[in-house]
């Protein structure tokens, strides 16, 4: 259905290509995942199928792309619009129209079909995706989640022969991700769509998948192969792969079930006379330090949930990013008013518009302390967020963030209490290179020259300096912000899903950052769809519903007792209390060395 003949890319400007070697076919009727660290060249090549690449994008793609017999350099995005969907990482850049149902209709309505198969379609697409209440609002209004679930929406209506989706689960809430995957399926299998699907959460998706095309590194030649060929070599696998290449499993498990069948001599192994050394956040509570427990060191069996990639800084990188770390401004003693914690929020309710997005939430942050908030599409998260900045006012109840109310502080006496990076990491950027963004972000911090650039580097290896920051891909997009934000080391650090785009090597050296932060007692809230993420770094969980929250603890209690935000390791192992690979290895050492 899809065919690549010699394909290769070269961006405008670019010393090398980022794409190269590509000569294979994706199968008709099948479910191919495309898996691959952060920057590889995954949307180029899902551009390449829909046409984006090189007519929206620039660039020279040699070789040759056709889909269904159609040759996509001659073929423009919208001549191929009847057989081709495409779900981008960024929806707000593609939506065309301004209310929900008027997107779902829109392609129906330039494919010329008739408005009664159109009104049907509409209302399939809404109730699929939980967008019933939402049919009339305007897009800009909705969250991050709802409105990658009108984007998905908008392509499904069409019925498309082929659907190129870029990350399409990576704003959406676990269950809806569980929702949307099903119905992917179901199109795969009923009515032989061909789906080519790029995701970093392979612990979300891999099951699914018929076939796997890995991209293994910049400028190497892609493989194809069956999911289990794929996983038993890909520098990228999700942690149940993990856990079974640490168990010496053979073949490996793909999903949690595959795992559990198999999980009984690990425990064996792990049954120990001792107790379980305690977990992050379940530690006792006493007001000698430090007061959250240290989550154990990273990369115990260079394995872990973020299992290093090929060629990724390993056990090397923590010392190096304490250094640069420590390199920072003022920590957070400095930067908050006497006697005043990280953050208050008292009985706090927002109105936004018609929807009362917030409602009686109380929430304090204490120093050194990691909060995941989580919740369903639209419960509320980035709204709590928002008004901790001061970007939103509350309706009625009380905000403080470093003894002062944000939305009556002036933003440049909240820079060194609060910074924020966005769900949209897009909206932190504005100068035309990365390393413009690093120099302005060191001198607002007042940061040694360089403290931003290491970050990025630290971060993700590879990004390139000159490259305008619209044109790095969505995981070194969000690398750029992340530094931006980290530079000036604020008392209270809050990430609005912060591992969009990043494969899990990235991942961990974020964590290792947000882990040293919080071992000098900053303060970290993030909002998060990532479990796994959550699992590793959080000492508490918060969940909202509805804007009101309805857990609140130590994150091995909360997360173990709802299946929605159990990591992966948490459901193979339970009821026994390891929440990640890395936890699994330390106590098989423990067991080991007893
Ligand atoms: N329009 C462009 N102009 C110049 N360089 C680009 C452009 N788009 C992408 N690149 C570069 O091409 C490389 C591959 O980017 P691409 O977005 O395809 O990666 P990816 O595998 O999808 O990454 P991610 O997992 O972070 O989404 C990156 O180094 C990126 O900086
Ligand atoms: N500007 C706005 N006008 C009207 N309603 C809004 C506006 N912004 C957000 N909302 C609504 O407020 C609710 C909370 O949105 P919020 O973005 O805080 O959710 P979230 O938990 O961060 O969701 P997600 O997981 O999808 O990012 C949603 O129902 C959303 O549609």
Request: hydrophobic share 45%; aromatic share 2%; net charge negative.
């Amino acid at each position: 259905m899809i065919r690549f003949e010699q394909v290769s890319v070269t961006y405008d400007g670019a010393s090398a290509p980022s794409l190269q070697g590509v000569d294979l076919e994706i199968p008709e009727g099948e479910l191919t995942l495309l898996v691959g660290p952060s920057g590889v060249g995954k949307s180029t090549l899902l551009g390449t199928v829909s046409g984006l690449v090189p007519h929206f994008t620039g660039g020279t793609l040699r070789g040759r792309v056709t889909v269904a017999g159609r040759d996509t350099r001659t073929h423009r995005p919208r001549e191929l619009a009847d057989v081709v969907g495409t779900v981008g990482q960024d929806p707000l850049a593609h939506f065309v129209t301004d209310v929900v149902e008027d997107e779902l209709a829109y392609g129906m309505e330039s494919l010329g079909l008739p408005p009664a198969v159109m009104r049907r379609r509409v209302e399939e697409a809404l109730d699929l995706l939980g967008l019933n209440e939402l049919r009339d609002r305007p897009i800009a209004t909705l969250s991050g989640g709802q409105q990658q679930r009108v984007a998905i929406g908008s392509v499904l209506t069409t019925h498309p022969k082929v659907l190129v989706l870029d990350e399409p689960t990576s704003a959406l809430d676990p269950a809806a991700a569980e929702e949307v995957l099903a119905v992917l399926q179901r199109l795969v299998h009923d009515l032989g769509t061909t789906v080519l699907m790029a995701e970093h959460r392979l612990e979300r998706v891999v099951q699914y998948a018929d076939r796997v095309l890995l991209l293994p590194s910049p400028g190497a030649a892609p493989v194809i192969g069956t999911p289990a060929e794929i996983m038993a070599v890909s520098p990228v696998h999700p942690p149940v792969v993990s856990l079974g290449r640490l168990a010496g499993w053979s073949p490996l498990p793909l999903s949690v079930r595959d795992a559990r069948r198999r999980a009984a001599p690990l425990l064996a192994r792990l049954a120990a006379p001792a107790a379980p050394r305690a977990l992050p956040g379940t530690g006792p509570r006493t007001s000698a330090r430090p007061k959250f427990p240290a989550p154990p060191a990273l990369e115990a069996r260079g394995s872990g949930s973020g299992a290093p990639v090929a060629g990724a800084p390993g056990a090397g990188a923590p010392g190096l990013l304490a250094r640069l770390f420590r390199r920072g401004g003022p920590g957070p003693a400095t930067a908050q008013a006497p006697g005043s914690g990280p953050a208050e929020v008292r009985d706090l309710s927002v109105r936004r518009g018609r929807v009362q997005a917030l409602h009686g939430v109380s929430l304090t942050v204490a120093p050194g302390e990691t909060i995941a908030l989580m919740g369903r599409n639209g419960a509320g998260k980035s709204t709590l967020l928002s008004t901790l900045v001061g970007t939103v006012t509350p309706t009625t109840g009380e905000v403080t963030v470093g003894g002062r109310t944000p939305h009556r502080t002036p933003p440049p006496e909240m820079v060194r209490r609060v910074g924020l990076v966005p769900q949209e990491p897009r909206d932190l950027l504005y100068a035309d290179t990365v390393s413009a963004e690093c120099a302005a972000a060191d001198s607002d911090a007042a940061a040694p020259p360089g403290t931003c650039r290491d970050l990025v580097s630290a971060l993700l290896p590879g990004v390139p300096d000159h490259t305008h920051p619209r044109d790095l891909s969505e995981g070194q997009r969000l690398a750029l912000a992340l530094a931006l934000v980290l530079t000036g080391r604020p008392a209270l650090l809050l990430l609005d899903e912060p591992t969009r785009g990043l494969d899990y090597a990235a991942k961990v050296r974020l964590i290792e950052i947000l882990r040293g932060l919080a071992a000098d007692d900053h303060a970290i809230v993030l909002a998060t769809h990532d479990v796994e993420l959550a699992a590793e770094l959080a000492h508490r969980v918060v969940i909202l519903a509805g804007g009101e929250v309805v857990a609140d603890g130590p994150t091995a209690e909360v997360v173990v007792s709802s299946p929605a935000f159990a990591p992966q390791v948490a459901k193979v192992l339970a009821p026994e209390p390891w929440l990640t690979v890395r936890q699994v290895a330390e106590a098989l050492d423990a067991a080991e060395a007893r």
